[in-house]
């Protein structure tokens, strides 16, 4: 695997599930997670670089009691298992995750329970990334005692998932591939930020509302992101073939423009995007019925995020809704608009 070598400074985020050797008194008296008759104790995956004060401190946060989890560390080692880079330094690895496997049906869930402390990565961020490394149905709390980017969160869950924890193996094709769309949607997500704030700076936002514009644009390029994937599908169902370049930069347009993001993107983002979909086609799995259901799921959230936003910001939020009260057959017209613009091009 060949992962940008920019990830190993990133390893302040989410990791394994640690075998505590310390006695740790604590957490909340209350915190009694339930168990899962199925998969059993939900994970806690905690950072090696924590010091004992800290570790205490994240299991406070998370809600962790000892006897409640099945617990172990992520180490260095861990972020070159499974990002394929890395120093090995377990100092970095400070941030963790409680990992929560669910019965089919149930969904991704993300909670950041220390949205301050994760400065890049939203909640909703993650979820795409998740359901194409082949993780479903699970609810995951993200924390952290000390400010950290995010991008690495996933590797975490990964060792939850581990075939020797939780009955599950994660491929790591979809998990190169599901860092590799954390990294680039969010830098893409930054670029839109960044525009629409030139575009939009007549507007005279308050703080408050500029943080609350950020989220729901972040949260329209990971409906963006679910777009693209499940047009994709729907594409390769009713052709019997993957879409080539053009009509994947069709989709992807068509996508954009849907979620009203187009006049925020550059052409680098737009090519960027073509390429990542076009990694969805040829990597097992991530357009599978099973991947569409939990991308069905995630897309209901991200709606409302979108909607409830807007709402908070007034007339200048109904233009974050866009067309997604429109969005009904919206995987059909995106052929309908291929094959006419591809057929208009040989008349």
Known sequence: MNFKKSFALLAVTIFGVSQLNTPLALATENSSPV?????????????????????QETMK?????????TSTTATGADLIK?????????SV???????TRENAGKGINVDIVTPENITSITADQYKNPLITAGITDATIKVGSVVRVTGESALTGVYKAFEKKKNGEEVNADRAQLAQDELEISSQIAQSIINQSNKVNENQNLTDSEQEK???AQKTQLSQTLVDIKKALADFKEQQGKTATKEEVQKIVDDALAKNN???YVSSADISSLV??????????GVLSKESLAQLDKISKGFEKTINNLGNELGKF???????????????AGIWENITSFFGNLFN
Do not use: C, H
Request: net charge negative.
């Open 317 to 331: 939020g109904d233009l974050l809704k866009g067309k997604l009260d429109g969005s009904k057959g919206f995987f």
């Open 82 to 90: 499974y990002l394929g880079s890395g120093s090995g330094d377990d």
């Open 35 to 55: 168990v899962n008759e199925r998969w059993g104790k939900p994970t806690f995956v905690s950072g090696a670089g924590l010091t004992s004060t800290q570790l």
């Open 261 to 263: 993001i187009s006049e």
């Open 213 to 215: 514009l950020d989220e």
């Open 93 to 99: 690895m400070l941030s963790s995750v409680l990992v």
């Open 275 to 284: 390429a990542l979909a076009q990694r969805y086609q040829t990597t097992e």
């Open 61 to 69: 946060i998370l809600d962790v009691n000892p006897n409640d989890v």
